[in-house]
């Protein structure tokens, strides 16, 4: 069957990989805040195992569990399969927005950006438009 989508190309191997053990179950914060288990990685890798198998499209439900997801990547430090979960997650995120469908938050932001340069709709020169060469009482390093 040929790939539909471009994480299946890029991280078919990875997906099939997942031994669904349950080790990211016990680090992921959005699976411990709601305790949803389709919200932690082995949920994550079963429901993209059945999109690449043909048996579930990618629809508005399973669109929102692959957006509840942090990329904080405590999945992957603790896979014993080595499975790099975020990167899979923000590929099929990129494919989401390819193919027109992806988080409501998201579509907002693009027809910001396709309009002004930066997601807050305004203008960064005026950032710019400083007083130079004043001297500072404090400098604060960060």
Known sequence: MEAKYDFERKYRE???????????????????????????????????????????????ELIETLFQCTTCASCFVNCPSGVNVPDII???????????????????MHEVLKKHPNIYAEDEAEDFDREHNKKAEYVFFV
């Open 14 to 60: 990875q997906i099939l990989q997942c031994s669904k053990c349950g080790f990211c179950q016990a680090v992921c914060p959005v699976y411990g805040a709601t305790l949803r288990p389709a919200l932690n990685a082995r949920g994550k890798m079963l429901l993209l195992k059945e999109v690449m198998d043909g048996k579930i499209d990618l629809n508005d």
């Open 90 to 108: 923000k590929q099929v995120r990129t494919d989401m927005v390819h193919i027109g469908s992806c988080h409501p938050a998201f579509k907002g």
